[in-house]
């Protein structure tokens, strides 16, 4: 016998946001797998407000349990019990301020000590022999793997995930990787500069990560010189930074190319230097407008433009609220955006108080990425951990490989993240944490605010090409340096446990918990809660938000 539980009277239906809003057909999993794709249809538009209520009595209504958790799970990761409990009951403004002043500009946990090392100088390289090139490159590797592993501690530890997930934000719309740049010191430095101005001022930002040395080596800057102007960064900053495209001509690529000649490095320390001999000083017109432009006149030039603050705001909103943007909804957003003069929280506040935000029509209409998948499962569920390099590894064979974007316009992000083979790699992940569970008890900590604290304290394990299969293998075991699930005291927060029969109130409850809609899929009505859970991790639901 199967049961298919529904949601609330505060929740759509399945069927209903199949066939009218963000509609998602996801046929079973085995199925999903098989044809090779997990099909997701999108409503143009959020549904109307038809309530008559005012913006302001909106921006009031106070948050259950169901809203917080829609609520944290999209500005951040899935949430735990603890941060739970901080936003339910709060008002959608007062929510959405409380969150915004709790960001940070620092990471909470440590880097690895050679970020500080300075990178070989050109004599040194020169001297290097073919055994020592080779073993260069084997450190490079090693270290890149330890600072991915690095900063998905931070996302698992931070007490502002919406940092977090603002700094992976910038990442790829700033796209640099290690494909281009040699050196992981500079990729660590330049995620620091995105985590500092994470949520500060965009023209502040977009002039700072013009000149970070990652950038100006992944967008061929530092070659760019008076007599062979080299375009890549010009047309770059036009096409996926500021304006979009279709607003702008080639003329003002090259034109604007003219104006960054000047910008490199310093050959030996790879630090930005001003080299006046090599800047082109002559007149340039640059969307209509003419003089002797530096790069940051340009990029001035670039910021007054009312398509910037739109083209900003549009990718904030696919970010946080549905992949289909609607114009009449951003337009005043982008025009406060602007008239702060790039305030980044003053985007996100429009767009975190706007109706189409908390519309239930938006509600799971979004693919969660790889990083949010691991990191928001790990937080959620409250998951003991000694290294997160096998997270780091899950995230990148789900599609995701940090500090290594697959080209310049970066991450495909949505339904792109969804095919048969991550679909399946998902499910695995899901597996493998079930299978942790007899490993959990006696190391676990009852107060997730306080493990995650501890957490802080333990550096990153720099060991690569350990495996999360190893790593839930040795917990398994009981072996050091696994990973462990207490599922018993996570279900005894809905009073149940694993191995019993839960009611109809506890699956509801779980169902709530864990999944931003109805399950797709039918579960056996004889289920354990253990089994339930598991059943409901493993639904396609899962994977939106």
């Given amino acids: 016998m199967m049961r ?4 609330g009277n505060c929740r759509r239906r399945f069927a209903v ?9 996801i046929g079973p999993p085995a199925a999903a797998m098989q044809s090779g794709a997990l099909h997701v249809q999108h409503r143009r538009h959020p549904a109307p407000i038809a309530d008559g209520s005012t913006a302001s009595e909106r921006e009031q209504s106070i948050l259950d349990a169901d809203d917080a958790r829609f609520f944290l799970t999209r500005i951040g990761f899935a949430p735990d019990s603890a941060e739970l409990a901080q936003y339910t009951g709060l008002t959608r403004e007062q929510a959405v301020d409380k969150v915004l002043a709790s960001t940070r500009t620092e990471a909470a946990t440590p880097l690895p000590d050679w970020v500080l090392e300075p990178v070989p100088t050109r004599e040194t390289r020169k001297a290097w022999t073919d055994a020592q090139r080779r073993e260069a490159g084997r450190l490079r590797g090693q270290r890149y793997d330890s600072l991915r592993a690095w900063w998905v501690r931070e996302m698992l530890v931070t007490q502002s995930p919406l ?3 603002m700094t992976l934000f910038w990442h790829n719309h700033f796209t640099s990787g290690q494909d281009k740049v040699p050196y992981p010191q500079q990729m660590a430095q330049q995620n620091l500069l995105l985590r500092r101005d994470a949520l500060g001022n965009f023209g502040e930002l977009l002039h700072d990560i013009a000149k970070d040395p990652a950038m100006l080596q992944y967008l061929d800057g530092a070659s760019n010189r008076k007599g062979k102007p080299n375009e890549n960064f010009a047309r770059e900053v036009m096409e996926l930074f500021t304006l979009g495209e279709g607003h702008y001509t080639q003329r003002d690529v090259a034109e604007a190319a003219r104006a960054y000649t000047g910008w490199s490095l310093d050959p030996d320390t790879q630090a930005y230097v001003w080299r006046a001999n090599q800047h082109d000083d002559g007149e340039k017109t640059v969307l209509g407008e003419s003089g002797p432009f530096d790069g940051d006149q340009v990029l001035d030039i670039l910021l007054a433009r009312p398509e910037t603050a739109t083209f900003v705001t549009s990718g904030l909103w696919r970010e946080f609220v549905s992949d289909t943007p609607d114009p009449s909804s951003i337009a005043p957003i982008a025009a406060r955006f602007r008239a702060s003069r790039y ?5 996100l506040r429009g767009i975190f108080l706007s109706d189409a935000f908390w519309d239930d029509g938006n509600r799971g209409v979004l693919v ?8 928001g499962t790990l937080r959620a569920f409250d998951i003991g951990y000694d290294n997160t390099a096998p997270f780091a590894s899950q995230i990148r064979t789900l599609g995701e490989n940090l500090f290594y974007p697959p080209n310049v316009k970066g991450w495909p992000r949505g339904t792109a993240w969804i095919n048969s083979s991550t679909l399946l790699a998902r499910k695995q992940f899901v597996e493998q944490l079930f299978r942790a569970t007899e490993a959990a008890g006696p190391r676990r900590m009852a107060n997730p605010a306080n493990a995650r604290i501890a957490a802080r304290g333990t550096s990153p394990d720099m060991q690569t090409g350990a495996s999360l299969q190893r790593a839930m293998a040795r917990a398994g075991q009981g072996g050091k340096g696994g990973v462990r699930f207490d599922i018993g005291t996570w279900l005894a927060h809905y009073n ?3 191995t019993a029969r839960p009611g109809l109130s506890a699956e509801l409850q779980l169902q709530h918990a864990v999944l931003p809609l109805a399950p797709v899929d039918a579960i056996e009505t004889d289920s354990t809660a253990g089994d339930y859970l598991e059943a409901l991790l493993m639904d396609p639901a899962y994977q939106l938000k």
């Fill in 4 to 7: 298919l539980l529904i949601r």
């Fill in 17 to 25: 946001l199949a066939a009218a809003l963000a509609v998602v057909t």
């Fill in 163 to 165: 940092t977090e997930r």
């Fill in 343 to 347: 305030d980044i929280k003053v985007a």
């Fill in 368 to 375: 969660k990425s790889p990083a949010e998948f691991v990191v």
């Fill in 496 to 498: 149940t446990a694993p």
